[in-house]
């Protein structure tokens, strides 16, 4: 292994263990903020099961179970943008660029306002992941997820899937409308166990298979022919990957709604302090997992006790830093 090799490996670490603790301070500072202000020492003490009752109960039933839903629901989208970008070759190629995230979002609006379809909105939002990515990936015809044709389609489908969310919300009771508004806007208020679990385990499938499969994803830096040459099963590999980034998508959609940016940005951050030429799906899920979290903790304290939802904060941060990535030059391996 070459000097360079070396460093390389040895930046990759310390930028993991650097997002890791940024990580693991969020955390901290989610269950330590709100309208009843805990101390870490506190906190701390409430997650061992020691301490006041008060404070376990806030701690456990009220903030902990939040946190682990903006932990996996931030990290599952920050995987699923890493290996759309490295599948497509283009920064913007993310879920909520390409519609899945808001054809995720129709779907479980349709089971939530009661139009006659029984299936759990978990369920749901998986299933409109999976048609907008079929849909994407069939109008981009010969190009598959390569060029701006296949984001090009996947805009146009975000756009109808929009459009007939907000038709279903306009056609329905007011209480219902309301049940459904947090899918529409992006919030962790009140996830249930359930979704979280199953958003736990398709995070921890797709993390796992996407792992396996590291080496071949990072030969998607060089020319088709390149890739080939190297014994890559291209075709087999963008199936596999848009797979999984549809059950990743779809888990989280089905817990947070549409929260924009975050697989952008977690993403693009992620290959900023990692080593070069490599697909960097730790930091990717350390980095989204940390923005998350973090902008609903903003969200949930700033104007306390009003909530804005994750949602808002992420578009609103998020915003000047997608202005800047598309105005930085492009990298050599991410046109």
């Given at each position: ?253 089905a817990v947070c709604g549409p929260v924009g940016l975050i697989a952008l940005i977690a993403p693009e951050l992620a290959r900023t302090v990692c080593r070069p030429g490599r697909m960097p799906i730790t930091a990717s899920a350390l980095a ?48």
């Amino acid at each position: 292994m070459t000097r360079t090799a070396l460093f390389s490996n040895r930046r990759t670490v310390i930028a993991n263990t650097v997002l890791l603790l940024a990580m693991l301070t969020v955390v901290l500072a989610s269950l330590a903020m709100g309208t009843l202000h805990i101390p870490p020492d506190q906190v701390v003490h409430a997650l061992l099961g020691q301490g006041d009752p008060l404070t376990r109960m806030v701690v456990h039933d009220l903030r902990l179970q939040r946190s682990i839903a903006g932990l996996a629901s931030g990290a599952a989208l920050a995987v699923a943008g890493c290996v759309m970008q490295s599948l497509a070759r283009n920064r913007l190629a993310t879920p909520g660029i390409i519609g899945i995230d808001n054809a995720a979002t129709a779907f479980a609006v349709a089971s939530v306002v009661g139009t006659g379809i029984a299936l759990a909105p978990s369920t749901m939002a998986l299933v409109g992941a999976a048609t907008a990515t079929a849909l994407a990936f069939g109008l981009a015809g010969a190009n598959g997820t390569r060029g701006y044709r296949f984001i090009i389609a996947g805009l146009g489908i975000g756009a109808i899937a929009g459009a007939i969310t907000q038709l279903m919300l306009s056609q329905v009771a007011i209480d219902d409308a309301n049940a459904a508004y947090p899918w529409t806007v992006g919030s962790l208020n009140s996830r249930d166990r359930t979704s979280i679990l199953i958003l736990s385990a398709g995070l921890l499938t797709g993390y796992l298979c996407l792992q396996a499969l590291a080496r071949s994803l990072n030969a998607l830096q060089f020319s088709d022919p390149v890739a080939v040459a190297l014994g890559i099963r291209l075709r087999t590999l963008r199936v596999i990957g848009l797979s999984l980034s549809v059950l990743l998508t779809g888990c989280a959609v089905a817990v947070c709604g549409p929260v924009g940016l975050i697989a952008l940005i977690a993403p693009e951050l992620a290959r900023t302090v990692c080593r070069p030429g490599r697909m960097p799906i730790t930091a990717s899920a350390l980095a989204g997992a940390t923005l998350m979290l973090a902008a609903d903790t903003i969200g949930r304290t700033l104007f306390s006790p009003l909530e804005v939802p994750v949602g808002v904060i992420t578009a609103i941060l998020g915003s000047p830093y997608l202005l800047w990535i598309l105005l930085r030059p492009a990298n050599r391996s991410m046109r």
